[in-house]
């Protein structure tokens, strides 16, 4: 006697992978230029100062410094990088 039914095909057993997005770098934190720091699909965060936005809405550093997250509005938060002092003091 089986102890197992037979196999069949189903329909629903595929899933895809996660996109890997949100908060790369947390407010205070280090970046260098160039890091990423929000993946994001739409303008949940907005960029701010020392940042650009990428095509996909993903927001990286421009500059080297830290990175300081507040309230653009009450749904909408302002990403920008407070550039280090150390830095700015090197190249003048």
């Known amino acids: 006697m089986a102890h197992k039914k ?11 992978a996660g996109q890997r997005l949100g908060v790369k770098a947390g407010d205070g934190q280090l970046v260098t230029s ?12 907005v960029s701010g100062a020392g940042t650009g936005l990428g095509r996909d809405y993903t927001i990286f550093a421009m500059v080297e410094g830290r990175v300081r997250f507040d309230h653009k509005t009450r749904d909408k938060k302002r ?5 280090t002092v150390a830095q700015t003091a090197a190249e003048a």
């Open 6 to 16: 037979a196999g069949s095909s189903v329909k629903n057993g595929r899933d895809s």
């Open 79 to 83: 990403v920008s990088i407070i550039p």
């Open 34 to 45: 160039g890091s990423i720091i929000v993946r994001q699909r739409g303008m949940n965060f």
